[in-house]
C-alpha cells in the first residue's frame, strides 16, 4: 500500500509538473466583518468644507471691460520740500561727499559735526528715496549707486578734502564711499589721489613766480641793445666835445655800457 501511495504521489507529481495549469482557484473561508466604518467627526467634517479647493473663475475676454488708468502716485509736501532741498544743495556746494554710517551714537556723531563745521563743512542726511527720485534726472546720476543704507553727506561750498579726511580718521565708523569734487565725480581713490594735490594758492603762486621770471628775462634783453647804443651815442659826443679827450672818457663810459647791459 505504501509503495502505491508512493508510486501515485511520484506519478502525480510528475504529471503537475508537466501539465501545470495556468489559473488555479484557491478557496479560503469566510472571515467575520469585526470592524465597521466609524462616521466622521463634526470638526473634522466643517475642517474639510472651509479647507475645500475652489477653482477660479475663469477670466472674461480681453475687452469686455474698459481698461483701467493706472493711477500717478503723487508726492508728498515733505518729499518735495527735501527734493528742492538737495537741489540747492547740489547746486551751491562744490565738495559733495557720500559717506557710509555705520552705528554712530549720538555723542560722536556731536562731536564729528563740530569738528567738520570748523572747517565750513556741513553733515547733510537725506534719505535714500529722496536722493533716488531727484538724481535720475539731473547730471550728477551717476552718484545713484552709492546711495544704500545708511548714508550721510559731507557738504561745503570749497573742496576742502585735505581736512575732511583728517577729521574722518578720527572716526573709523564712517567709511568713504565717493562723491562730487567741482563736477567731477570721484571714487575713494581718487578722492585720496586729490587730496595729495598742491592748493590752488600754491599753485597760482608758481605760476606767477615763472611768468614774472619770463618777463623780466624778455624786458632785459630787449632793452639790453638800445642801452649799449645810447651809451656809445653819449661817448661819441662827449668826444665831439671841445676838450674832450678820449682816454677820460673812456674809462667812465665803459662801466655805464656794462651796467646798462646788465
Known amino acids: 500500500?505504501?509503495?502505491?501511495?508512493?508510486?501515485?504521489?511520484?506519478?502525480?507529481?510528475?504529471?503537475?509538473?508537466?501539465?501545470?495549469?495556468?489559473?488555479?482557484?484557491?478557496r479560503h473561508g469566510s472571515k467575520a466583518v469585526t470592524r465597521h466604518r466609524k462616521p466622521m467627526h463634526i470638526l473634522k467634517q466643517k475642517l474639510l468644507a472651509v479647507t475645500e479647493y475652489i477653482p477660479p473663475k475663469p477670466s472674461a475676454a480681453p475687452g469686455?471691460?474698459?481698461?483701467q488708468t493706472k493711477r500717478m502716485e503723487q508726492e508728498s509736501g515733505l518729499v518735495r520740500f527735501l527734493k528742492k532741498k538737495v537741489e540747492t544743495t547740489f547746486e551751491e556746494c562744490k565738495m559733495l561727499v557720500v559717506v557710509q554710517n555705520n552705528a554712530t551714537n549720538a555723542e560722536d556723531m556731536l562731536l564729528l559735526r563740530h569738528?567738520?563745521?570748523?572747517?565750513?563743512?556741513?553733515?547733510?542726511?537725506?534719505?535714500?528715496?529722496?536722493?533716488?527720485?531727484?538724481?535720475?534726472?539731473?547730471?550728477?546720476r551717476n552718484m545713484l549707486p552709492l546711495f544704500i543704507g545708511q548714508t550721510v553727506m559731507f557738504v561745503s561750498k570749497e573742496p576742502k578734502v585735505k581736512e575732511?579726511?583728517?577729521?574722518?580718521?578720527?572716526?573709523?565708523?564712517?567709511?568713504?564711499?565717493?562723491?562730487?569734487?567741482e563736477n567731477t565725480m570721484l571714487s575713494r581713490e581718487g578722492i585720496l589721489n586729490y587730496s595729495r594735490l598742491p592748493s590752488i594758492t600754491t599753485v597760482q603762486g608758481e605760476l606767477v613766480g615763472g611768468l614774472t621770471l619770463m618777463t623780466s628775462q624778455t624786458v632785459s634783453m630787449l632793452q639790453r641793445h638800445p642801452a649799449h647804443l645810447s651809451a656809445l651815442l653819449q661817448q661819441y659826443i662827449k668826444q665831439?666835445?671841445?676838450?674832450?679827450?678820449?682816454?677820460?672818457?673812456a674809462p667812465e663810459t665803459t662801466p655805464k655800457t656794462e651796467g646798462a647791459a646788465v
Not at 500500500?1 to 501545470?20: D, F, Q, V, Y
Not at 469686455?64 to 481698461?67: D, T
Not at 575732511?164 to 569734487?181: A, D, E, F, K, N
Open 1 to 26: 500500500m505504501e509503495k502505491n501511495r508512493r508510486e501515485e504521489s511520484s506519478g502525480g507529481a510528475r504529471t503537475e509538473k508537466r501539465c501545470l495549469p495556468l489559473a488555479q482557484s484557491v
Open 115 to 140: 569738528r567738520l563745521h570748523k572747517h565750513d563743512i556741513a553733515i547733510k542726511f537725506f534719505p535714500n528715496q529722496v536722493m533716488r527720485s531727484y538724481l535720475p534726472s539731473s547730471q550728477y
Open 164 to 181: 575732511m579726511l583728517r577729521v574722518l580718521r578720527s572716526s573709523p565708523q564712517m567709511i568713504l564711499l565717493g562723491g562730487c569734487i
Open 240 to 249: 665831439n666835445q671841445p676838450g674832450g679827450t678820449p682816454e677820460s672818457t
Open 64 to 67: 469686455a471691460y474698459p481698461s
